[in-house]
């Protein structure tokens, strides 16, 4: 099993600011994630935080925008840049380690209020 | 990626059994049918998965049909805790992009004392 500690829980920031939420896992794992979970909506995958290079982002998301650290196997940030109310969201980091018969591992989440 | 539909809500009795049906007619052969939940106000968790044949965990039950076009996760005796977005979820694990979990709309499970 993999426990995760997220921080901070929540938030509310001023637009045009940037929060940046830390992700520290309490064993070394493979695959590191971000996902965003909107208001009343299902979860969506922002990147893979890769270890040592930079974070591989899925469509619709950005670097400059979502920029993600990953020095090691087990702590990896997410800041959200310049923001608005519109990312106003349940940002969660998720673990897991390869394999067929390995699950996933949820962080508590952060959730933001951008006013 | 592999898609999966479900019911948006269902509602069950506590104490009585809950039949949570999962669609993925798409599926191939090395995924693997995972099931989530998320509790309100917390981030996901797992329940349970299988690959062809039925699991049994401490939690849940997951029924899989024999073309593997569907599965169903069955509670035993809902309880009012087990209220939650359950999340069925295809994983090919040999593939790089199955590490990562692509959300649907999950079935919104409501229980009733």
């Known amino acids: 099993s993999a426990v995760i500690s997220q921080k901070p829980s929540r938030d509310i920031c001023q637009r045009g600011t940037s929060l940046t939420i830390q992700c520290q896992v309490d064993s070394q794992v493979t695959m590191m994630f971000w996902y965003r979970q909107q208001p009343g909506q299902s979860l969506t995958l922002i990147a893979t935080a890769n270890q040592g290079s930079e974070a591989t982002y899925e469509s619709g998301f950005v670097i400059d925008k979502f920029p993600i650290s990953r020095p090691n196997l087990t702590f990896s940030t997410l800041t959200v840049s310049n923001m608005s109310p519109e990312d106003s969201s349940i940002y969660l980091c998720?673990?897991?380690?390869?394999?067929?018969?390995?699950?996933?591992?949820f962080g508590q989440g952060t959730r933001l209020t951008v006013v | 990626d592999a898609k999966t539909t479900q019911p948006n809500s269902m509602e069950s009795n506590e104490e009585e059994p809950v039949h949570l049906p999962c669609n993925h007619s798409?599926?191939?052969?090395?995924?693997?049918i995972h099931w989530y939940r998320q509790l309100p106000s917390q981030g996901p968790e797992y329940v349970i998965h299988?690959?062809?044949s039925n699991v049994n965990n401490r939690m849940a039950s997951l029924a899989i049909a024999e073309d593997r076009k569907s599965s169903t996760l069955i509670l035993h005796r809902a309880t009012l805790r087990d209220a939650a977005v359950y999340y069925c979820i295809l994983r090919d694990p040999y593939n790089n992009a199955g590490n990562m979990l692509t959300f649907g709309g999950g079935t919104r499970l409501m229980v009733k004392p």
């Open positions: 798409t599926i191939s052969g090395t995924d693997y």
């Open positions: 998720s673990v897991t380690r390869q394999g067929p018969n390995t699950e996933a591992f």
């Open positions: 299988g690959l062809t």
